[in-house]
T-cell receptor, first 111, second 110 residues
């Protein structure tokens, strides 16, 4: 099974800061990549997909670097409501659809 | 409303007493999965199902059973629960690009 690694954090940043998370994956044949957000004691929810060309959604930008086998998530102008755990998810490789989750990176945005 | 439902949401039980956690989705997804989440260990897959009557082990299947008799339902069965199965459990269903998670079941085995 593919391995997906994330820095657990926590990343403790002030409101308005820009913060970036990286996630590395070990299987070069992996095919699709995602970031999920999980609030405390709640279910994970899809934040955004990650495409080779990059993907931007408002204050959030996700990028994929296949050569170095990592994906990144950049959050600009952090809000208090961005405080959560961010999970990196990698699908596929070798014909497998099965997603592999990273352990998550904790973000705390303080006033 | 598209959703994944789990029941019960909270359960406290004793060692050895068989229990079932139900999972149902209304999105006609073929893929469904069960995860457990423990502090410091992240989400770990227990079992998954690619379609009706097709199930397979995930990373931590010991002590669990599943069945997939119909597309919408994917129950998780603990035949003889033990304290090390105390955890937060999530059911999920999905497509290639998205997984939808249920609200979670917090299980405590005494």
């Amino acid at each position: 099974r593919k391995e997906v690694e994330q820095d657990p954090g926590p990343f403790n940043v002030p409101e308005g800061a820009t913060v970036a998370f990286n996630c590395t994956y070990s299987n070069s044949a992996s095919q699709s990549f995602f970031w999920y957000r999980q609030d405390c004691r709640k279910e994970p929810k899809l934040l955004m997909s990650v495409y080779s060309s990059g993907n931007e959604d408002g204050r959030f930008t996700a990028q994929l670097n296949r050569a170095s086998q990592y994906i990144s998530l950049l959050i600009r102008d952090s809000k208090l409501s961005d405080s959560a755990t961010y999970l990196c998810v990698v699908n596929g490789g070798g014909g497998s659809y099965i997603p592999t989750f990273g352990r998550g990176t904790s973000l705390i945005v303080h006033p | 409303e598209a959703q994944v439902t789990q029941n019960p949401r909270y359960l406290i039980t004793v060692t050895g007493k068989k229990l079932t956690v139900t999972c149902s989705q209304n999105m006609n997804h073929e893929y469904m999965s069960w995860y457990r989440q423990d502090p410091g260990l992240g989400l770990r897959q227990i079992y998954y199902s690619m379609n009706v009557e097709v199930t397979d082990k995930g990373d931590v299947p010991e002590g669990y059973k599943v069945s997939r008799k119909e597309k919408r339902n994917f129950p998780l069965i603990l035949e003889s629960p033990s304290p090390n199965q105390t955890s937060l459990y999530f059911c999920a269903s999905g497509r290639l690009d998205t997984q939808y998670f249920g609200p979670g079941t917090r299980l405590t085995v005494l």
